[in-house]
C-alpha cells in the first residue's frame, strides 16, 4: 500500500510540476500547448530511458568472439611454394630465430665472426650460411632443424 501512496504523490508531484513549468513558459511568451507538448515529450523520453528500452547493448547478447584456430601453422604452412619448395621470409626467419636461441643457451652467438668454427662443428658444414642465401629452400629448412635437434641442450652438458 505504501508503494502504491508513493507512485500517487511522485505522479501528482509531477503533474504540478509540469503544469507550473507550462505556466511559467506561457508567462514568458512560449505558447501553451507548444510547451505543453515538448513536456509531454521530454516525459515520455524520460519514461523510456528509465524503463531501459533505449539500451542498445543489452539485447541481444554479444555472441562470444571465437578464435580462430591454426592461424600460425597455416600461415607458416603458405609460407613454403610447394611447386618450387622455395620458403618465404616468415618462415626463414622463424627457423632462424629458433636457431639462434638454441645457440644461445649454450653460450653461442651465430652472427660472431670469432665463433664459427665452433658454431660450424655443432651445427655442420653449411648450415650458417642457409641464411644468407637469396633463396632458402625447404630441404634447407629440413636440414636446419635437424641440425637444432642434434644440438646438445645445456643441462647434458653439465653433467
Do not use: C
Not at 27 to 32: I, L, S
Amino acid at each position: 500500500m505504501a508503494v502504491i501512496l508513493k507512485r500517487v504523490v511522485l505522479g501528482m508531484l509531477a503533474v504540478a510540476a509540469g503544469a507550473g513549468i507550462v505556466y511559467l513558459l506561457d508567462r514568458m511568451g512560449v505558447p501553451a500547448g507548444f510547451a505543453a507538448a515538448w513536456l509531454v515529450l521530454l516525459l515520455a523520453l524520460g519514461l523510456l530511458t528509465r524503463a531501459g528500452l533505449l539500451d542498445e547493448g543489452s539485447w541481444p547478447p554479444a555472441r562470444p568472439e571465437r578464435r580462430p584456430r591454426g592461424s600460425e601453422v597455416s600461415r607458416l604452412s603458405w609460407n613454403i611454394n610447394s611447386r618450387t619448395g622455395e620458403a618465404g621470409f616468415l618462415i626463414v626467419r622463424r627457423v632462424q630465430r629458433v636457431l639462434r636461441h638454441r645457440l644461445a643457451r649454450l653460450g653461442l652467438d651465430l652472427d660472431d665472426p670469432g665463433q664459427e668454427t665452433e658454431v660450424d662443428t655443432l651445427l655442420g658444414p653449411g648450415i650458417r650460411e642457409t641464411f644468407s642465401r637469396p633463396e632458402v629452400t625447404r630441404a634447407d629448412l629440413e636440414r636446419v632443424m635437424a641440425a637444432v635437434d642434434r644440438l646438445p641442450s645445456p643441462q647434458n652438458q653439465e653433467r
